[in-house]
T-cell receptor
Framework: GAVVSQHPSWVICKSGTSVKIECRSL??????MFWYRQFPKQSLMLMAT?????????EQGVEKDKFLINHASLTLSTLTVTSAHPEDSSFYIC????????????FGSGTRLTVV | GQNIDQPTEMTATEGAIVQINCTYQ??????LFWYQQHAGEAPTFLSY????GLEEKGRFSSFLSRSKGYSYLLLKELQMKDSASYLC???????????FGKGTTLSVSS
């Protein structure tokens, strides 16, 4: 089946530093990847949509200069949280859309980010 | 804006049947999804409905009524491992991201 590998699984960083999260589609080409954020006991909130080779589309209220998304190839998308602050601590999940099925949305395993 | 509502919490006992409801008011509709999520893990796909009616998949079934903006997930023969959060999600347009409800935390006791 379709697999999306996301890493790191968890990361602790100091305030002011940057953190990069990677998502790779292992056995299919992901033309579109979606990045979500999930706070404790809340649902997944869409942050941005990235299409291979083009700029990401950010949801209202998400700072594009703070959350840098790169989708340089059909199998890799990255999210960089720049100048992280404690309020950025959250669970970040990517999701890749498979073009071959109408319901093929595969999620990565998530990254727990803690900013101290 | 988009609105997807689910109950926050539900409890049930092993072997029972539980129905989790979801209502939605969205600017478009191109399918409704149900996912299961255990704490600290990624969601896993359970079911997909785009036409009215019932989709059955083993112990899990999902129903959709587009005219009522309503869906439910039915879980039969509940097991302890079914304790998890169940997320209802709507796709507004083909190929776009899923918009999630807040999820329903189901606790199954023996």
């Amino acid at each position: 089946g379709a697999v999306v590998s996301q890493h790191p699984s968890w990361v602790i960083c100091k305030s002011g530093t940057s953190v990069k999260i990677e998502c790779r589609s292992l056995d299919f080409q992901a033309t579109t990847m979606f990045w979500y954020r999930q706070f404790p006991k809340q649902s997944l909130m869409l942050m941005a949509t990235s299409n291979e080779g083009s700029k990401a589309t950010y949801e209202q209220g998400v700072e594009k200069d703070k959350f840098l998304i790169n989708h340089a190839s059909l199998t890799l998308s990255t999210l960089t949280v720049t100048s992280a602050h404690p309020e950025d601590s959250s669970f970040y999940i990517c999701s890749a859309r498979m073009a071959t099925t109408n319901y093929g949305y595969t999620f990565g395993s998530g990254t727990r980010l803690t900013v101290v | 804006g988009q609105n997807i509502d689910q109950p926050t919490e539900m409890t049930a006992t092993e072997g029972a049947i539980v129905q989790i409801n979801c209502t939605y008011q969205t600017s478009g509709f191109n399918g409704l999804f149900w996912y299961q999520q255990h704490a600290g893990e990624a969601p896993t796909f359970l079911s997909y409905n785009v036409l009215d009616g019932l989709e059955e998949k083993g112990r899990f079934s999902s129903f959709l009524s587009r005219s009522k903006g309503y869906s439910y997930l039915l879980l039969k023969e509940l097991q302890m491992k079914d304790s998890a959060s169940y997320l209802c999600a709507v796709r507004i347009q083909a190929g776009t991201a899923l918009i999630f409800g807040k999820g329903t935390t189901l606790s199954v006791s023996s």
